[in-house]
């Protein structure tokens, strides 16, 4: 479990964090949400240690890691794998050279052993072996997210942080990398801390979401809970998206009972899916079958 | 210390600047020995002069300053835009992020390569320069080989070669030690990694020619 306790950051005379506090539940899919510039990212990197916190604290497992000793902070570090925004692999080093990195600089294994969880890590992020001689700016950005992910997860963390996943994606590979992380989550019993503002993500793995507003934890909750909130500045956030769109007409449809005239049959049949409920009370959740 | 990262700066600093600093003193010791008889009007004065001036101005400036002042732009550029195309890209935070001392992975290696391979650079310099200079010389009809040959070895000073060594590592330190300072500390995105490397290489050429100068001043 990763806790943020009363975490301030600014630079200079710009307060970008204000007094933070958070929890990230273990073995789950941590979301932090908000608009651009809200703090997310500089949240993120005080949590990894990339950024020192002006004030508060970052404690994993009871421990206090800004006030650690240099090795004790190392040790910590090889127990998180990040993916980043720009995937941030070594261009000089083929798909393979990059995941075996970390085992090489962490391990002693024989090569084949190493190469033997290259090879596992790749598949799990279903990677073939015509990309592994390849160099990074020869694959194609859903690719590198993939081979970046397998390079986090290499020494099988046990905080895995995602800046960014999706950026610069199309919305199809996004949910392939959503499903992704999600899935390792769950097989790898990770503690995952992600940074988005696709609500899409949102809806799909936030098992437990933070959203900051200019620097501000503004709300908590799950994305069960998150159609429903009354906190207007989250609303404003999430009703700017497509996908929430139908959360509001979802909202509608509860407190009112009936179904907006606006919503298309097959969107309302996609929402009953969606959220595993009987709106327009034919007794069919989602479309009649044929 | 990272060895493969050692070897590896090794191999691109030293091996990957044989070619230049080839070419150039080769041209350098030719020009030395042309300009010099050019010069050298005298006929009381014996054409062993030549040879020896050749070989002190080589020994001591043009084959460490020279040769440094271009590994500064060949060399230093690569330091820094590498350096700082890291930084931007974020690929020293994944170091980092990994637990990996990202001073000791990628500044240390590039310094120590440096300093080990630049005074082997100089040394070929120097005798490469010498060899222009004589080849330049006996081409041109200047001078006859064997003239240049004893004139070589007419007062010569082994403490010469002491300073020129002197200076290729100071100069080695710099070379290295800069562009890695303006690399690693890139902000921004690819004009500042280019004006990161332009900045590299003028403060080493600028430091070099003023260490330069202090350590003649000191040791001569």
Not at chain 1, 161 to 180: A, H, M, R, W, Y
Not at chain 2, 86 to 106: C, F, H, P, W
Not at chain 2, 168 to 192: D, Q, R
């Amino acid at each position: 479990m990763i806790e943020i306790k009363n975490l301030k950051k600014s630079f200079g005379e710009k307060v970008v964090l204000k007094e933070v506090n958070a929890v990230m539940e273990p073995g789950k899919c941590n979301l932090i949400i908000g608009s651009s510039g809200s703090g997310k990212t500089v949240l993120m990197k005080c949590i990894v240690g990339l950024m020192p916190p002006t004030r508060g604290e970052v404690i994993y497992n009871g421990h206090n890691y800004i006030t650690m000793t240099l090795e004790e902070k190392k040790a910590i570090r090889k127990e998180i794998g990040m993916l980043f925004q720009g995937s941030a692999l070594f261009d000089s080093q083929t798909v393979e050279q990059n995941v075996i990195f970390p085992l090489d600089m962490f391990t002693t294994d024989k090569y084949s052993v190493k190469k033997a969880r290259v090879k596992e890590v790749l598949d799990r992020v279903n990677l073939n072996e015509d990309a592994y001689r390849k160099f990074p700016a020869e694959i194609s950005g859903g690719m590198q997210k993939r081979v970046a992910l397998a390079r986090a997860i290499v020494l099988n963390p046990k905080y895995l942080f995602c800046d960014e996943p999706n950026s610069g994606l199309d919305p199809q590979t996004s949910i392939v990398i959503d499903k992704l992380i999600k899935e390792i989550t769950q097989e790898y019993n990770t503690t995952t801390i992600m940074n988005t503002h696709d609500m899409n993500s949102v809806m799909e793995i936030g098992d437990h979401i933070v959203y900051m507003h200019q620097g501000e934890k503004e709300w908590e909750g799950t994305n069960k809970e998150i159609i429903y909130s009354d906190n207007q500045k989250l609303n404003d956030f999430i009703f700017a998206s497509n996908f929430l769109q139908d959360a509001k007409n979802m909202r509608t449809i509860q407190e009112t009972g009936e179904i907006p005239k606006e919503v298309h049959e097959d969107v309302r049949d996609a929402l009953e899916e969606k959220f595993n409920t009987d709106m327009d009370g034919d007794g069919i959740i989602g479309a009649p079958k044929e | 210390m990272y060895w493969k990262q050692f070897m590896l700066q090794c191999n691109d600093i030293g091996v990957g600047s044989l070619g230049i600093i080839s070419i150039i003193s080769v041209f350098i010791g030719a020009v030395s020995t042309v300009q010099t008889a050019y010069q050298l009007v005298s006929p009381i004065i014996p054409k062993t002069t030549i040879a020896q001036i050749v070989r002190d101005t080589v020994i001591l400036e043009f084959a460490p300053t020279l040769s440094c002042i271009v590994l500064a732009g060949v060399v230093g550029s690569k330091i820094a835009s590498e350096l700082g195309n890291m930084r931007v890209s974020e690929q020293i935070d994944a170091l980092e992020i990994m637990g990996i001392n990202t001073k000791a992975y990628l500044i240390l290696p590039k310094i120590l390569a440096g300093v080990l391979t630049i005074p082997l650079l100089i040394i070929l310099a120097m005798v490469l320069g010498i060899f222009g200079g004589r080849l330049a010389g006996s081409m041109a009809g200047i001078i006859d080989p064997s003239i240049f040959d004893n004139g070589l070895l007419m007062g010569f000073n082994g403490y010469n070669v002491f300073f020129a060594l002197t200076k290729s590592f100071a100069f080695a330190f710099l070379i290295t030690s800069i562009p890695c300072f303006y690399g690693y500390n890139v902000k921004g995105g690819a004009l500042e990694i280019g004006q990161s490397s332009t900045r590299a290489v003028v403060v080493s050429c600028i430091m070099l020619l003023l260490a330069d100068y202090i350590l003649s001043a000191l040791l001569l």
